[in-house]
């Protein structure tokens, strides 16, 4: 599967962004899909995952109440709403897939992953 992202800009403090992620390749509904984001000199850090199997959600701490991840399996996409913006969720977001597999806020579990799209706050 192949994903790209689409969505990334520059924002102020307080604004929202909508991040998307089109897949392409057949059976989307049976991927564990994630966004994930990376600021220069920082690891690469989950912000949000869904799970294909029971549609339950993790998210970070730090965008808990801010950020919501959904999919449309028939559209191939997931999405990720970011409202509240902060200076601090500046990186690139990346999202990734796992085919069939559980829930997980870890990089190595995911094997599909997009190019990435920059997302900067300024305050």
């Known amino acids: 599967v192949q994903l790209v992202e689409f969505g990334g800009g520059l924002v102020q403090a307080g604004e929202s962004l909508r991040l998307s992620c089109v897949a392409s390749?057949?059976?989307?509904?049976?991927?564990?899909v994630a966004w994930f984001r990376q600021s220069p000199g920082k690891e690469r850090e989950a912000v949000a995952c869904?799970?294909?199997?029971?549609?339950?959600?993790y998210y970070a701490d730090s965008v808990k109440g801010r950020f919501t991840i959904s999919r449309d399996n028939a559209k191939n996409t997931v999405s990720l709403q970011m409202n509240s913006l902060k200076p601090e969720d500046t990186a690139v977001y990346y999202c990734?897939?796992?085919?069939?597999?559980?829930?997980?806020?870890?990089?190595?579990?995911?094997?599909?992953w997009g190019q990435g799209t920059q997302v900067s706050v300024s305050s």
């Open positions: 990734a897939a796992d085919y069939g597999g559980y829930v997980s806020m870890k990089s190595q579990n995911y094997d599909y």
């Open positions: 390749g057949y059976a989307f509904d049976v991927y564990t």
């Open positions: 869904l799970s294909y199997r029971d549609g339950s959600t």
